[in-house]
């Protein structure tokens, strides 16, 4: 088992001794939970009792992570719904079905690296409609519920390419920084209820997504030659200096998640393994 890997089940192991995060059946929407920084945040919700919806575009995806959830949380509390969440009409049904939720994760999103003067105006409508108004859609239709019952967490899955955009992909970039925008302006409309509204930044992630992009970007390159010279040329302020495994950022985001960090509100919390040269 890689060192990262070990060191982060002992630290699973030490927190269930030692902490309860206060989930048991609370009702989660993880969207774009099939695979990735999204089924990891499905599982550690589902690891501390919450019952969680899972969401993918095929039924197929949404099984296999279902099953895939219950092998390593066998008692876990799970829904499922199948659907875009990037169409409008889609979000109206899911909200039929599920009419409220007491966490709202907004995780779905896609990426493509693709020079700037190759980006065509479908292309950033594509991507501002999957990343940015996928959560928008949600968070309109559930937030008013939290309000009415003063309780409530709605988390953006942002990037610290939201911040230090990306020259790769300035397209997928501008969606990051329109979430945190978003993020912070309804954590202001929450001020003095039980409701809070933050954005997690993951850095470089060792994902479904990002492998897909290390294949158009590594000209076939080994994956541990290509990870040793993108953190030298392209991410050089990493202090990690290794990608971050799916699960050390739902860390983050499950604890986010609870009714522990309830001071936390409006805030752009990284977990980029330090790219962002900022120390606040």
Not at 58 to 84: C, H, M
Not at 146 to 164: A, P
Not at 255 to 271: D, K
């Amino acid at each position: 088992m890689p060192p990262a890997r070990r060191r982060l089940g002992e630290f699973e192991s030490a927190r269930k001794r030692i902490m309860d995060l206060q989930l048991t059946d609370k009702l989660a929407l993880v969207t774009g939970s099939t695979k990735g920084i999204g089924l990891a945040i499905a599982s550690g919700l589902a690891r501390e009792g919450a019952r969680v919806i899972i969401n993918g575009r095929s039924e197929a995806s949404v099984n296999e992570a279902l099953a895939n959830i219950r092998q390593d949380v066998p008692d876990a509390k799970l829904e499922s719904f199948t659907g875009d969440l990037s169409s409008a009409v889609t979000t109206d049904a899911l909200v039929e079905l599920f009419p409220a939720v007491d966490i709202l994760v907004n995780n779905l999103g896609i990426a493509e690296p693709k020079p700037f003067e190759q980006i065509p105006d479908e292309d950033w409508r594509r991507l501002f409609e999957v990343n940015v108004l996928s959560g928008v859609r949600l968070s309109r239709a559930y937030l008013p519920k939290m309000k009415q019952q003063n309780s409530g967490r709605i988390i953006f899955i942002s990037s610290e390419s939201g911040v230090q955009i990306p020259a790769e992909m300035i397209h997928y970039g501008m969606t990051k920084t329109a979430q945190l925008a978003v993020s912070r302006g309804l954590a202001e409309t929450c001020a003095g209820t039980g409701v809070t509204v933050n954005a997690v930044l993951p850095g470089p992630t060792h994902s479904d997504g990002l492998d897909k992009a290390v294949k158009q970007m590594s000209s076939g390159k080994p994956f541990a030659e290509f990870e040793k010279e993108f953190f030298a040329n392209v991410r050089p302020s990493s202090l990690l200096k290794r990608l971050a495994t799916t699960e050390e950022v739902a860390n983050l985001v499950v604890y986010v998640c609870s009714p522990l960090s309830s001071a936390t509100n409006g805030a752009a919390l990284r977990v980029d393994g330090g790219v962002i040269r900022a120390c606040f």
